[in-house]
């Protein structure tokens, strides 16, 4: 019994990682002697969704967003959906139909943001209700989508495009809220930003085609991130705990697994993973 109990608190105590690709999002404990599959959605099988969101939009999952204190996931895919899942019950509380949807996030009152790259009635910002599906809110010009991140202490949004990081201000209450920007940097390197994250501090991570950098938003700054830096394809990184985790495209825009490693780049490990073209990971905690 005392060795069942010890076992089960070191799983517990694992790091845990959302891993996403294809039409899936696998919760993963990275437990020493490789990773264990703790939970699994796959859109295919929810059947509170839409025929077409289980067949074709959710087919190509590129976001998988812990939110409300990890209670829910935010996913969105590049075949055009995005969707807010019960953790633990895998319902769906939201969807919306999103052109080549590449990243999400939860705003004070309900509002979610969701960031839409280059496609026909893409390259744009858009806001929802979380409470109405499918019904956007407000719709600003964002040429190739990529990243959106609410900041809580500074109370803006931060989203990323090709070119550009911009912020944004949440203005009104209720159905009248709003975002209005209010600031924009230019992105170094060859541009075409892939992934937008917090690096903690109030700085954040930006991946473009050809490197990884740490973005100051209280003085501009791009610092070249020299663990990734210069690394083709960064499709994701994140940071929880003074570790790190990322995803390099291997083939095209996908990969077979992600690396996790310290801050400063050491104790680097490789997690394989099985059945999926893997695009982002993120920390559950």
Known sequence: MLISVILFLAAVSD?????CGDDQVRELRLAPDGPVEVWRWTARDAQDLPADYRTRLMAHIDE????DDGRAILVTASTGGAVLIDRASGRVT?????PMAHSADLLPGGRIA?????APRGDRLQLFDRQRSEQVVQTLPLPSGHGVVWDAQRHQLFALSHDL???FRLTGKGRAARLIETARWTLPGRRDGHDLSSAGGGRYYVTTDDGAWRFDPDDGSF???APLNPALRVKAVSMTGG??????????WWASGFTVMAADGSD??????????LYKVRWVR
Do not use: M, N, T
């Not at 939201?94 to 999103?98: D, K, N």
């Open 165 to 167: 990081v911009q912020a």
């Open 268 to 277: 680097q490990r490789r997690i394989a993973l099985d059945g999926i073209h």
């Open 114 to 118: 969701v960031a839409l790259s280059i």
């Open 64 to 67: 998988c967003k812990p939110v």
């Open 15 to 19: 790091p845990a990682a959302y891993a």
């Open 243 to 252: 570790r790190v985790a990322w995803v390099q495209a291997e083939e095209k």
């Open 223 to 225: 610092i070249p991130y």
């Open 94 to 98: 939201f969807r919306a139909r999103v």
